[in-house]
């Protein structure tokens, strides 16, 4: 059966267009705040979301803009590229507690965790929003429009940016344009 192209581009721009602007304006705003302050970035994911995390760690890290100079390299760590932490802590403690215990002994009072899911419902993503919680560390989550997880939608404290689908590859797309758009706003920041 061939694509519908057309049905394609549409459903993108319903997912793009779903997301809050100004959530997404906010977050840029706090994680310049967050360097500013000497705090770093942590971010993490499974699967797709897991990749989406170190593009976005190395961005920070390096760069984002080639024509853009920043006055400085920027602290982000994804918590998902130490596989000797994770295979470790997932032998030893259950897998899903690896990010938590990474936060633990990386996090503080300072820092922020982006966490990126398309569901919200990876036990491993609720522990590290858990732990963060835990440490004072704010906490963002980039989720898709199927949140039900009981202690992400109470908890007041969470920042949630949602994608209106339920297409992963959307909500992962969506993502990643949130996540360029995030490295924009820092650059602007931070530019010589």
Known sequence: MPIDLVQSVENHMQAVKSVNLSA?????????????????????????????AQHFAAELV???????????????????????????AANDYGFWRAYGMQIRALGTGKDALIALSTSGHSPIIVNALQE?????????LLTGSELTHDQLTEDTDLQIIRV?????????????LILHLLCEMIDEAFAV
């Open 24 to 52: 997404v304006r906010q977050l840029g705003q706090d994680l310049v705040n967050i360097f500013r302050n000497e705090g770093k970035i942590m971010i993490c994911g499974c699967g797709g979301s897991a990749a989406d």
């Open 62 to 88: 390096v760069r984002f803009s080639k024509t853009t100079q920043r006055i400085c390299h920027l602290p982000a760590i994804a918590l998902n590229a130490d596989t000797a932490v994770l295979t470790a």
């Open 132 to 140: 963060a919680r835990a440490w004072g560390i704010n906490r963002y």
């Open 164 to 176: 209106s689908s339920d297409n992963t590859a959307r909500i992962q797309e969506v993502h990643a």
